[in-house]
């Protein structure tokens, strides 16, 4: 259940002990994630929250703000949530590409993930958050191993997460399953309550029945919504109706895994049975265009879920198979993809990508339960999770409609400033919390221990 978060000194003390700073954002533009946009208009941040948003001059002298930002040739809109994704894959990127799911997993990627050592996770996280910042995403999921350090990475950071520990059947799923419940004891709630805790089987074909009921039992006990993969390819979809008789779907509706909260990441593949079961469950969707595409898995069903009714977000998944973390391009790619292979330019327009990209990725995660009803979007009272686009490029001009403008004509790269629970993390291009050259330097050092000859042989 959402808590209120009236601050207790623990509260402020997890928060870092931070100062409660007044800051202003005037003169600038703004989208604030509910349909509203000002060509001139003001924001204040209290704190970690959103005080005062509104149209027009901020009636405050600027003598009562901390920081007064000049949001003149800037947009203001909501940070980016990103409903899907394993973080440290970024230190694969590039590392095995234009192959199909499941020979990518089982010929190149489960192989080089052995060699991963918790360091090395750390790391791949941190390089994640570098890219995810700077492309404007304030809050982000994670299904991976040694997540005791991705957490600490997380904190570090300042970003916003939800977090499971990947379960996958066989020796090590007992210790995986305790190792999800150690995470959730150290950290659900940490940083002033910017970590929640997740469970995250991995897929209905990694996963035995007996293995999803013990998730299912402990999602029971610690009261928390899981994340898995489903149907995301063609051949997932055989396999289980060779195996099972039914389609992946029906199969978890049958073991009764969607009377838990469920993210179901990708539903590339499933008829229209399958999404009413989604539907009728409550199931909750990540959409991930980008990394769908590149493995060739397909196209999924975005415009009849979303008709159903269920709620979809967003996602990147790993840089591995994406090879960007940059939620923009996921939302240019949702709107372009769907009106394109359906004839119909109204399929998903610009208003239904930006809230997929935002508080519909808020709500695929369940943190509109968790975490607050309103983030992911600028209200008042919501988390201050926030960020900057630089509006001077020719792309931006004439500023017709700059909704249209922050789907279909923006990048990541014209983020200036992320804001996360009202702390900067990344100002007028700078990372504040993050030091980027040592995490390159490093990337590329444990980077090497992945080369191969074939990485270095030259094309003929
Ligand atoms: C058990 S931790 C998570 C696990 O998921 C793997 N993974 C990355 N991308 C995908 C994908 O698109 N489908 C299925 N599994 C994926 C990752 O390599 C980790 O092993
Ligand atoms: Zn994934």
């Known amino acids: 259940m959402y808590m209120s978060h009236s601050r207790t000194r623990n509260e402020r003390i997890a928060q870092g002990g931070r100062m409660t700073l007044r800051i202003l954002i005037h003169s600038t533009h703004y989208l604030d994630g509910t349909g509203r946009e000002a060509e001139s208009g003001y924001i204040v941040i ?3 929250r959103i005080a005062e948003i509104g149209p027009g001059d901020c009636p405050h002298s600027r003598s009562d703000f901390d920081q007064t930002i000049d949001g003149a040739n800037r947009l203001v809109m909501p940070g980016l949530i990103n409903a899907h994704g394993h ?7 590039g590392f095995a590409d234009d192959m199909p799911l499941h020979a990518w997993l089982n010929d190149r990627i489960w192989p080089a993930e052995a060699k991963l050592s918790p360091e090395d996770i750390h790391l791949g996280t941190q390089l994640a958050m570098l890219e995810m910042i700077e492309t404007g995403t304030t809050t982000f999921t994670d299904m991976y191993f040694s997540m005791d350090t991705v957490a600490e990475a997380v904190l570090s950071s300042g970003m916003r997460a939800a977090l499971g520990r990947g379960i996958v059947s066989g020796e090590g799923a007992t210790l995986a399953l305790k190792e999800a419940e150690a995470l959730y004891r150290a ?6 309550g910017r970590i929640s805790i997740n469970l995250a089987p991995h897929a209905p074909y990694t996963c035995s029945a007996e293995t999803l ?12 919504p899981l994340q898995i993969h489903v149907s995301e390819t063609r051949k997932e979809v055989q396999d289980s109706l060779s195996e099972h008789g039914v389609s992946p779907i029906v199969y978890l509706h049958q073991i009764g895994l969607f009377s838990h909260p469920v993210t179901a990441a990708h539903v590339v593949h499933a008829d229209d049975n399958d999404l009413d079961i989604l539907a009728e469950r409550g199931v909750r969707v990540s959409h991930n265009p980008g990394s769908n595409l590149k493995l060739g898995s397909g196209i999924a069903p975005l415009l009849a879920m979303r008709e159903r009714g269920i709620i979809v977000g967003l996602g990147t998944d790993g840089a591995a198979s994406n090879n960007k973390l940059d939620l923009f391009e996921e939302m240019r790619l949702a709107a372009l993809l769907h009106k394109g292979v359906l004839e119909n ?16 990725g808020a709500k695929a995660l369940f943190l509109d339960e968790r975490v607050h009803p309103d983030l992911g979007t600028l209200r008042v009272d919501a988390p201050a999770d926030l960020i900057l686009i630089d509006l001077t490029s020719p792309r931006y001009f004439p500023r017709h409609r700059l909704l249209a403008h922050a789907v279909y004509s923006s990048s990541g790269c014209d983020v200036t400033d992320v804001f996360v629970a009202g702390r900067a993390l990344y100002r007028n291009r700078e990372f504040m919390t993050i030091d980027q050259e040592k995490v390159r330097y490093e990337a590329e050092r444990v980077g090497a221990k992945f080369h191969t000859k074939a990485s270095f042989s030259t094309p003929s």
């Not at 973080?87 to 990127?93: F, I, Q, T, W």
């Not at 009921?213 to 928390?224: G, I, P, Q």
């Not at 330019?345 to 519909?360: F, R, V």
Request: no cysteine; proline share 0%.
């Open 213 to 224: 009921k013990e998730v299912m039992a402990l999602a029971e006990k610690l009261d928390v």
């Open 345 to 360: 330019a109204t399929a998903i327009d610009a208003n239904a990508a930006l809230s997929m990209a935002t508080s519909q």
């Open 87 to 93: 973080a440290a894959m970024s230190l694969l990127r």
């Open 187 to 192: 950290y659900h709630g940490a940083g002033g």
């Open 46 to 48: 209290h704190g970690d």
